[in-house]
């Protein structure tokens, strides 16, 4: 069964830095853009950032530009986010997905939970 599997998360201070990682299993990422969103409790599910198939391109929701970074190994079957100089604005559950540029087909993973307080 294709899944992908968040992880990573936790419980860091105002200011400090996480790093995510999304492995995919039994599918090759090479033909997926893949994606990070957050959801935080009470709000809608929101884009982060993504990176294209290859990982030439990538974009970043305004909130997040300067601070986080989101980077791939087609290799390894792994998409990373890179998060630096945290809020407690950041606090949310942290997905990954996977769209086929070919089938248009998505994957969703499980979540990993990300929360700033100090």
């Known amino acids: 069964q294709v899944q992908l599997v968040e992880s990573g998360g936790g419980l860091v201070q105002p200011g400090g830095s996480l790093g995510l990682t999304c492995a995919a299993q039994?599918?090759?990422?090479?033909?997926?853009?893949m994606s990070w969103y957050r959801q935080a409790p009470g709000k809608e599910r929101e884009f982060v950032a993504d990176?294209?198939?290859?990982?030439?391109?990538?974009n970043y929701a305004d909130s997040v530009k300067g601070r986080f970074t989101i980077s791939r190994d087609n290799a390894k079957n792994t998409v990373y986010l890179q998060m630096n100089n945290l809020t407690p604005e950041d606090t949310a559950v942290y997905y990954c997905?996977?769209?086929?540029?070919?089938?248009?087909?998505?994957?969703w993973g499980q979540g990993t939970q990300v929360t700033v307080s100090s």
């Open positions: 990176i294209s198939s290859v990982g030439s391109n990538t």
């Open positions: 039994r599918f090759s990422t090479i033909f997926y853009t």
């Open positions: 997905k996977a769209n086929s540029v070919v089938t248009g087909r998505e994957y």
